[in-house]
């Protein structure tokens, strides 16, 4: 099996105004995914149609070789889920709930529960609505981690965390995935956070998944070039132009990806000079890529 | 699996059990009392008026414990848009029945509460030649009850979904506005005839029209 | 609700809707109370004026409608109805359409049941008096509505008012009951007399025979006690069957005054202390002489006795009737008679027949259970179909 999670053509409508159309996103075996897209871009819904907790109108899903939603148990019992709200029953306490969640898994370690449950510093007789965020953050991860899973899903594992629960957190994921080379799905939309861990990238905004790429790619691929004298209409060059815009004078902003040094030449035989070459970070980078987007976007939508 | 999930139901409705026993042992002591009077527990009439008496609390009994275990599982669930439910690595239908039988199961501990407060309230008062005891029937007839009860209000719940309360209430204010209606203006009652239905077989409340005696011919 | 409070999944939304129900009941309650007890604030002299001129005018109208009726009881209604050997006049300006019809299919239904439960000797019961349907006077409808009066002819007394929305059965239980007032009319004076005037004109239903099973196992008589517990002879007093000189010891026994008194209402002052000595402290000597100052009950109620009687019709076929009309003699020689067996076997068959009906106590029956198990199952099957 060499994709964890592959999607095809995935369509999904929620009421009169929220759609995911067409989705198509690759999951590799083995890597870290991050799942980058601002509030509202859909990645929760998607990430709740991979594990069959909501159906799709259209399309296919694949989740470690099972069929979602024909065979999507089979898949749950080797995932690791962590969602974006506490999803727990309150009123249990934190041994009852490790307890409870223990009984749906066959493959639950308890000893490895029990030494995360002292690392994450977690009080067993303390009930879950009395944990604060971070530490209800931390018992959904050392709940998700506890079986060995395969495909660890986590969506916005560390929103609203302080900068030590999530370091911890982090910490113990990437010590995880090194140990048992698991695939991981993780959202954010924090970019700088995920630039750390992740090697892969798909980027959500408005229900459509509007790049996906490896990290490396993502984050040394868009430039932003000063240009001046290019024409017009400049004909089709060999890199992607995402946006184009005027600056002060006669002089163009133009955000590019797939740059490449060679690529000089293009704009000479048009007639424009390159003026300066731009490296993005990984912020600026998911912000010009998603300018892109919604620009290319007809009106209306 | 299972006895977690019984567990949980457990805790989530152990003080609504434990209130429904206290009651159960509390209440047709009393209620007989009141009704055999207090000169000589001889007064063969006043055992079987208490004994109807308590069989309308027996009744409501039956259903208050039906509603807090069916409904108790589901607003837990609710809550939490059943995000935990359907993460589970279960399916919905096999994850419904342990709901279900979890709460099924504990309807056995107001049942047994009955058994043995009939025992004690039975063993506390003289029993004339032509009258009989019946604990163990009576706790029989409140758990088959408490369970048909249960069952629809379990699948109302499940069914119906977050609209099953405001539904719930509706038909209860429909009920009471057509019955005064009815009552003002010397209508006929349009509710007899499927009330008849589900009280008579095979409808699912024929046990409730039967009778409900702890004491008995 | 916080966020917690949502999670702990408490009944939130669903409490909020159960007592926004349970408001409503209450506020319908005293509602309905408030309007019923007429409450307002009045001035109390405009009450007293409107009251007297309403008394005056309601006593008008009574005398007015008291001399209608006794006029109007002199002329039979024009229209009949008639189903095998009963006849009904009824008046035609009330009894149309719907009613009518009700009516008519109700004169059916006791038609034959008086023909199987009487024979063909009571074909002509109604010929010189037949059941009367009268429509009442706009001014003497009762609060629940009542437009009919059904009666006999030429027999006061005996009247039942319903609603023009009758239902069928209640229409033929009330042929049936006048007919059965007719029947007994003919009947030897010592029968007459036990039953009070009344001989069943129909089948008892099964309910009514647990009925008298409960009656008798908590009857305050020794006599019907004994009889639950197999005493033949005593049945036979118990049902008024064998003569008593002093009923207050031949049917209750001293332990039994005491139960009898407390059922009582309060009797005259000179009496009440004494019946208050003995229900409170039991004396004997206060028992029995307050217990005298009134009529001693009967053992069992009337209806036990006409139950004997129907099963005697029963078992006598469909002459019996006949036979108790051409019988002489006291009550048990005309129930033998009626029988075509001896008084002991009947009362024996009876006392049988109000056993058997016992109620089953509150046992479930295995079909009870079954069924019961089975709507368990069909509606889990049923929670389980849907996904949230």
Partial sequence: ?????????????????????????????????????????????????????????????????????????????????????????????????????????????????????????????????????????????????????????????????????????????LEYVSARHATVLISSHLVHEQERICDHVGVMDDGRLVAEMPMHAFRSGIKRLRITGAPRDAGSPPFTLLTRGLRAGREEEWVVRGWQTEMHDWFTRVGGEVREVIDLDLEESFVELLRAARKSEPEGN | MFRQVLYVQWKWARLELIVCAIAAFLIPPVVMNVFIGQYDTYYTRGLLTGSAATGV???????????????????????????????????????????????????????????????????SITI?????????????????????????????????????????????????????????????????????????????????????????V | ????????????????????????????????????????????????????????HALAMRARYDSARRAARAVLPSDSIRAGGLTLRVDPEVVRGTTRRTIERAA?????????????????????????????????????????????????????????????????????????????????????????????????????WADFAVELAVSRSFVARACHRGALGQCERALGLVPVHDKLTEWYAPEDWRALLDSWKPLDPDVEAVRRDCVEKGVPASCERAARARTVPLPLTMAARQSLLGLALERGGTDAYRRLLAARGGVREVLAATAGIGADSLVAEWRARVLAASPHGTRPGAAEAGFALAWVVLLSVAAARRRP
């Fill in chain 2, 128 to 216: 004339p030649p032509t009258l009989q005891a019946y604990p163990a029937s009576l706790a029989i007839r409140f758990l088959l009850m408490a369970l048909v009860l249960y069952s629809a209000v379990f699948a109302l719940q499940y069914v119906a979904g977050k609209r099953a309360a405001k539904l719930g209430a509706w038909v209860l204010v429909l009920l009471l506005v057509v019955e005064v209606v009815v009552q003002l203006f010397h209508l006929g009652d349009p509710f007899v005839p499927t009330w008849k239905l589900l009280t008579s077989w095979p409808g699912p409340f024929r046990l409730l029209t039967a009778r409900w005696m702890l004491i008995d």
């Fill in chain 2, 57 to 123: 609390f027996y009744v409501a009994l039956a259903l208050v414990v039906a509603v807090t275990l069916a409904a108790r599982p589901w607003n837990a669930d609710a809550a939490l848009n059943h995000a935990y439910a359907l993460s589970l690595p279960v399916s919905w239908s096999e994850f419904t029945r342990y709901r279900f039988l979890a709460g099924a199961v504990l309807l056995v501990v107001p049942a047994l509460t009955v058994w043995l407060s009939g025992i004690v309230t039975a063993g």
């Fill in chain 3, 108 to 208: 059916a239904r006791a038609s034959e049941e008086i023909r199987r439960t009487l024979g063909s000797a009571a074909d002509d019961l109604t010929i010189g008096n037949p059941v009367v349907v009268r429509g009442l006077p706009a001014y003497a409808l009762t609060w629940r509505g009542s437009r009919l009066a059904f009666g006999l002819a030429g027999v006061p007394g005996r009247a039942s008012m319903y609603a023009l929305t009758l239902s069928e059965h209640e229409a033929t239980r009330t042929i049936l009951d006048l007919v059965g007032s007719l029947a007994a009319s003919r009947a030897p004076d010592s029968l007459r007399a036990w039953t009070y005037g009344w001989i069943p004109a129909f089948r008892e239903e099964e309910s009514r």
């Fill in chain 1, 1 to 173: 099996m060499s994709d964890a999670v592959l999607v095809r053509n995935l369509d999904y409508r929620a009421g009169k105004e929220f759609a995911i159309r067409d989705l198509a996103m690759t999951v590799p075996a083995g890597s870290v995914y991050g799942f980058l897209g601002p509030n509202g871009s859909g990645k929760t819904t998607t990430i709740q149609l991979l594990l069959g907790m909501r159906r799709a109108d259209a399309g296919t899903v694949s989740v470690l070789g099972h069929d979602v939603p024909a065979g999507v148990h089979k898949a749950l019992a080797r995932i690791g889920y962590v969602p974006e709200r506490l999803h727990l029953y309150p009123t249990l306490t934190v041994e009852e709930t490790l307890r409870y969640h223990a009984a749906f898994y066959p493959d639950w370690d308890t000893a490895r529960a029990e030494q995360l449950r002292r690392e994450f510093a977690l009080r067993a007789e303390q009930a879950v609505e009395r944990l604060s965020k971070g530490e209800a953050g931390k018992l959904m991860m050392l709940l998700a981690l506890a079986h060995t899973p395969e495909l660890l899903v986590l969506d916005e594992p560390t929103d609203g965390l302080d900068p030590v629960v999530r370091r911890d957190m982090l910490n113990a994921l």
């Fill in chain 3, 1 to 56: 609700m916080s966020d917690a409070a949502r999670r702990r999944g408490g009944f939130g939304r669903a409490g909020r809707y159960v007592s926004l129900a349970l408001a409503l009941i209450a506020s319908t309650l005293l509602t309905s109370t408030l309007v019923a007890s007429g409450a307002g604030a009045q001035d109390a002299a405009q009450i007293r004026a409107r009251t007297l001129a309403a008394s005056r």
